[in-house]
């Protein structure tokens, strides 16, 4: 035997001694399983096929490396409760609620397409190559017993076998719930607090570490539930509980705590020992071995035997070992302590004993229950339906499991929205690029006090340090979560708006908003208005009635506040932008206004516009975007070419008013765009075909250098697509006179 194994051996000897004497002192230890190991031990044979579409085909293969591996038959103890209740921490219940509504991609019969028959065949058991399982069935007992001692040297294969086919996977669920195996943590947590904590933090810079950004779900997920796994860990350590957590680790667990300095959080001391949370499979395995759970098992005094010796002399093992002794030569009641390892190690409690006393028992049961599903299979097949017991049976297991796992769902769904609206936001950004003006938040007119803390969210969230930004999305979701309780913090709502519409999170920013007893900042009713009628533009209706609410209400607000006020500067900004907001709204998909309606709108847009470009006020960055707009809305109008057409002499004022701030910090790339629309406007209305190619020629380059700065607004975009076309239409036409 080697010493390395002697000293894995030894140690999970110690483990698991240890579990047993907590448990005489009246300990409870409660097993907790990762998604992926609860998955395979409910699925049974359908786990171990890699199933591949190949157009209307599907391609199903074993694979013999997992199922015989020892990983399976932890999992298959664990199935046939072996261990105990099976225990999930809140996140992986709410993983395992999300496969059990897809049915684990497998369907309610699962595979093989040939049944349990066909996983039998391609496992391999002895003396049953010749034996169909529907043969097996009406085999006389002795003849079953006989077949089931065959199996002796793969006693292991066979009890994975008989735990895989015995039932398909709803039954199992259905069991596994009836009879207590499987238990469902209802205790609602503060997920909040959770995410807010320095070991949250660095559990999820270490999952992203070790795993590819596409599982940053998942990272997240189990970064809260190995926080619930410390905690629960604590409050035994503090001895606020009598339960002990224990969860079956994997390679890249193992990996997280060690080499990211997170071993303190999952370990605790016992009599000066140090003892771990996570028990790999040879733990399992021997405390299958130490703690047996049927009655034949219990009685039978061979493994109790081997283990005497081990047991009462650990101590003297371990202070051998620390002398620097030979463990393999330490003398045990006068057998060398190598000898009694390796029969120890070589003991099968599933040959000794399962095999011995249980097997016959269970596999006439399994191929009963085989029986059973075949004729499931058959109906299915010829229905595509399940039985109605087996459908209430899922039912009542997903209803469950959604309720307990509801919270986390919810803001694991949220800051999932958040993570994906900022990593398209951050496509976007390019140098110079200012989040809280390009994202157009200026309009709105919140709050001043509300501005830095709005810039310096908005900013975070763009950073190129990830792990910053991956905190600030956390950090925004506690935000927002904590706004609909207790009094509205008009400051706090106010840096919630401007971040939801940077990021276009219209359908949060309008459950936000709705949530509070009115909006009662003009800027919260614009920023309301605002979303409505974009979410409208994008196919999502509905919330037009809302936006014209609000754009109602600012238009009585408007007109009852005094006309040298600020606050109709700030007034008159929002309504020019909502009027041709909504203006877009009622164009969308293939409803058309008439002309002359649409003019009207663009007159009220622009109207407004004039109010507050004209306006004096000592707001430098505002009044620029005044002039853009009202510039832009003129552009557009003169565009329909209905009567009145608007004063050209005007709108080249306009323009070169605009033009003036061209080089000052308040510049942004949309005031390019609307330059490009004034000069092609230009072009549209000159005579001269020489002078017309260099307006558009203007106009191209004002389109292009937005789009630069944009980094590809896709309206930008669009714009300088439908300018090349109408360029190259007016240079055929250049040459054509030239010529």
């Known amino acids: 035997m080697e010493r390395e194994h002697v000293r894995q051996f030894l140690r999970n000897l110690t483990l698991a001694l240890h579990d047993q004497a907590l448990e005489d002192e009246g300990m409870v230890l409660q097993f907790y399983w990762d998604t992926s190991d609860v998955r395979d031990a409910v699925l049974g044979q359908s786990a171990y096929y890699d199933i591949e579409k190949n157009g209307p085909r599907t391609v199903e293969a074993f694979n013999s490396g997992r199922f015989h591996g020892d990983r399976a038959l932890v999992q298959c103890l664990e199935s046939s409760g072996w261990f105990g209740t099976i225990r999930m921490l809140q996140p992986h219940q709410s993983e395992l609620y999300k496969l059990l509504n897809r049915d684990f991609g497998v369907g309610p019969v699962g595979s093989p397409q040939g049944g349990p028959a066909v996983f039998v065949a391609h496992v391999g058991l002895n003396g049953l190559d010749s034996v169909t399982l529907e043969e097996l069935a009406n085999l006389p007992p002795e003849r079953i017993e006989r077949l089931v001692q065959m199996q002796a040297g793969q006693a292991a294969t066979l009890f994975k076998v008989v735990q895989c086919v015995r039932y398909n996977w709803p039954e199992r669920l259905a069991r596994w719930l009836r009879d207590s195996i499987f238990t469902i943590e209802v205790e609602q947590h503060d997920y909040s607090s959770v995410v807010g904590t320095e070991l949250f933090n660095r559990l999820l810079a270490a999952f992203d570490h070790e795993r590819p950004i596409k599982s940053e779900a998942n990272n997240f997920a189990d970064a809260v539930a190995l926080c619930q796994l410390s905690q629960k860990l604590n409050d035994f350590k503090a001895k606020k509980s009598l339960s002990a957590p224990r969860f079956f680790s994997s390679v890249l667990y193992n990996r997280i705590v060690k080499e990211h300095g997170l071993h303190s959080h999952f370990t605790y001391e016992y009599d000066g020992q140090e003892f ?113 017991q087996i459908e209430q049976q899922l039912k009542h297991a997903v209803t469950q499991l959604g309720e307990a796992s509801s919270r986390f769902r919810e803001f694991a769904d949220l800051r999932t929205a958040f993570q994906i609206a900022v990593d398209k936001l951050s496509q976007q950004i390019t140098k110079g690029y200012v989040a809280y003006r390009n994202g157009g938040v200026l309009r709105f007119g919140f709050p001043s006090e509300a501005r830095p803390a709005t810039e310096g969210l908005l900013e975070k969230l763009v950073s190129d340090d ?64 605002a979303a409505c009628f974009r979410m409208s533009e994008t196919g999502e209706g509905g919330r037009e009635l809302l936006g014209k609410q609000m754009l109602d209400d600012l238009k009585e607000t408007y007109n009852r506040t005094d006309t040298n006020s600020e606050e109709k500067f700030y007034l008159a900004i929002g309504l020019g932008y909502l009027c041709h907001r909504y203006l877009r709204c009622l164009q969308r998909g293939d409803f058309r ?73 308040d510049w942004q790339y949309r005031y390019d765009d609307t330059l490009a629309y004034y000069y092609e406007a230009q072009a549209e209305r000159e005579k001269n075909p020489s002078r017309r190619k260099d307006w558009f020629n203007l106009a191209h380059a004002s389109v292009k250098r937005a789009v630069e700065d944009s980094r590809e607004d896709v309206e930008v975009m669009e714009h300088m697509e439908r300018l090349m076309v109408t360029r190259q239409t007016t240079r055929s036409t250049v040459r054509k006179v030239t010529h």
């Not at 302590?337 to 006439?364: G, H, M």
């Not at 620029?624 to 009145?644: E, F, S, T």
């Open 276 to 388: 771990p949370v996570f028990r790999g499979i040879e733990y399992y395995k021997l405390r299958a071995t130490l703690r047996p759970q049927t009655p034949e098992q219990k009685k039978d005094a061979t493994n109790e035997a081997l283990l005497q010796g081990a047991r009462q002399h650990l101590d003297e093992i371990g202070k051998a070992r620390d002398r620097g002794a030979d463990v393999l030569k330490i003398t045990l009641n006068g057998e060398k302590l190598e000898d009694i390892l390796t029969r120890l190690t070589n003991y099968s409690f599933l040959e000794q004993v399962w095999l011995r006393f249980a097997a016959t028992t269970e596999v006439k049961a399994a191929v009963e229950a085989v029986r059973q599903q075949m004729e499931i299979a058959r109906d299915f097949e010829r229905s595509g339906k399940v039985s109605r």
């Open 466 to 529: 990830g792990t910053l930004s991956k905190t600030t999305v956390v950090e925004l979701v506690k935000l927002f979560r904590a706004s609909g309780t207790g009094e509205p913090d008009i400051g706090q709502i106010s840096m919630l708006g401007g971040v939801l519409w940077t990021l276009k999170m219209d359908f949060q920013l309008i459950e936000l908003l709705t949530s509070l007893p009115e909006p009662k900042h003009r800027s919260l009713k614009t920023v309301l208005a």
């Open 593 to 665: 206004l008439s002309q002359r309606d649409e003019a009207n709108f663009l007159r009220e847009a622009i109207e407004y516009a004039r109010i507050a470009a004209d306006f004096p006020s000592p707001d430098h960055e505002r009044k620029v975007y005044a002039l853009n707009q009202y510039l832009y809305y003129q552009c557009l109008y003169q565009k329909l070419g209905v009567k009145p057409q608007l004063d050209w002499e005007m709108i080249g004022n306009v323009a070169d008013r605009l033009l003036q701030s061209k080089n000052s910090r």
